[in-house]
């Protein structure tokens, strides 16, 4: 039982606690630049990304269910239906490694919403 403590100690808690005191370590702004990376580049691109990938995904439906007489139109939309799942994942996956890297490195967690608000680009 202890060495299960040892364990947790040194592989979770101890990792958290250097997280937490790296975050009081850099300056505010550091962490306002990554911020503004975060939200003003890399959040609109994961969106771009996964809409790209649901209009691909949807393209491969209308392949599938449109066109029953041709095997190779089915086959296309296959294709197209899987490739459109997989890079919906891998987008979702992307921003929820992002929001991970961001709270744990500064605290700040991501919301996808304010990405399209480029209001305060221009003040």
Known sequence: MNNISHIIHEYLLVPVAHAQSV??????????????????????????????????????????FGRKDNTEEIEKGKRHMLWGIIGMAIMVSVFGIMNFITSTTIGETTNPANSGDVSSLFN
């Open 23 to 64: 975050n009081g370590s850099v300056p505010d702004s550091v962490i306002e630049f990554i911020g503004r990376i975060n939200q003003y580049l890399l959040n609109p691109v994961i969106v771009l990304m996964f809409a790209i990938a649901l209009v691909t995904f949807i393209w491969g439906m209308f392949s599938f």
